[in-house]
C-alpha cells in the first residue's frame, strides 16, 4: 500500500529535549516536505527536499532542521524544543507540480 | 510571493445544499491548482486539481475550474451530504526557477465545513 508514514503520532516534551519525528515514504518520490498546522493559520511549510541530500527552506524553517541521506526518509529535527513549536506537524511527499500523500501527523506539545 | 487566499470559515449547511468555497491566488506564473480535504483527525488529501488555465477538477461530485483571468479556482458541490464535513485546503505550486528544477507549494488557510443532516 503506497503510504507516507510518521512516527510518533503523539509527543510530550518539554523545553530545550532534542526530539526527531520520522517520516517515510514508499513510493519512490523524490519531492517531500514538512509542514506545520495552527489553528487560524492553516498549513504552513518548514522545509522541502527536491531529492536526496538537496534541501530547501519553507516558509517558517527557524528552530527546525532536516536532512535527506535517503530517498524514502525525510526526518524532522527540533534541537532545542520551545512552547511556540506545540504544533500539528505533517509530512509529505510527491511529485511537486502534482500530487502530495500526507502522512498521519504528529501532534506534538511542548511545555 | 505566491499567496493564496479561501473564503473564512466555518460553514455550515444542511444536507442538499449547494456548496462555493471561494478561493483566490497570486502568482508570477501559472501554477498547477489543487483542493485537499481533511477529515477529522487525518492527514491531507488530495480531492481535485487543475494544471493550466480553463482546466476543470472534479472529484466526488467536487468540481473547480482555473480561471486565470480572475486568478481564481473556486470549489463547488451541487448536493453536500453529512459525509463531506471536513476541512477544505486550495493551494497552489508553481516552480521557483526557470529551469522548473524547484517548486514551492502554498496553500490557504483552510475552510471548515459542516454539514447537518
Known amino acids: 500500500e503506497a503510504q507516507v508514514t510518521q512516527n510518533p503520532r503523539y509527543l510530550i516534551t518539554v523545553t530545550g529535549k532534542k526530539l526527531t519525528v520520522t517520516c517515510s515514504q514508499n513510493?519512490?518520490?523524490?519531492?517531500m516536505s514538512w509542514y506545520r498546522q495552527d489553528p487560524g493559520l492553516g498549513l504552513r511549510q518548514i522545509y522541502y527536499s527536491m531529492n536526496v541530500e538537496v534541501t530547501d527552506k519553507g516558509d517558517v524553517p527557524e528552530g527546525y532542521k532536516v536532512s535527506r541521506k535517503e530517498k524514502r526518509n525525510f526526518p524532522l529535527i527540533l534541537e532545542s524544543p520551545s512552547p511556540n513549536q506545540t504544533s500539528l506537524y505533517f509530512c509529505?511527499?510527491?511529485?511537486?507540480?502534482?500530487?502530495?500523500?500526507f502522512g498521519p501527523g504528529t501532534r506534538l506539545t511542548v511545555l | 510571493g505566491d499567496s493564496v487566499t479561501q473564503m473564512e470559515g466555518p460553514v455550515t449547511l444542511s444536507e442538499e445544499a449547494f456548496l462555493t468555497i471561494n478561493c483566490t491566488y497570486t502568482?508570477?506564473?501559472?501554477?498547477?491548482l489543487f483542493w485537499y480535504v481533511q477529515y477529522p483527525g487525518e492527514g491531507l488529501q488530495l480531492l481535485l486539481k487543475a494544471t493550466k488555465a480553463d482546466d476543470k477538477g472534479s472529484n466526488k461530485g467536487f468540481e473547480a475550474t482555473y480561471r486565470k483571468e480572475t486568478t481564481s479556482f473556486h470549489l463547488e458541490k451541487g448536493s453536500v451530504q453529512v459525509s463531506d464535513s471536513a476541512v477544505y485546503f486550495c493551494?497552489?505550486?508553481?516552480?521557483?526557477?526557470?529551469?522548473?528544477?524547484?517548486?514551492?507549494?502554498?496553500f490557504g488557510k483552510g475552510t471548515l465545513l459542516t454539514v447537518n443532516p
Open positions: 513510493m519512490n518520490h523524490e519531492y
Open positions: 502568482a508570477t506564473g501559472y501554477p498547477s
Open positions: 493551494a497552489l505550486s508553481e516552480p521557483t526557477n526557470s529551469g522548473g528544477s524547484n517548486y514551492k507549494l502554498t
Open positions: 509529505a511527499s510527491g511529485t511537486p507540480a502534482d500530487t502530495q500523500y
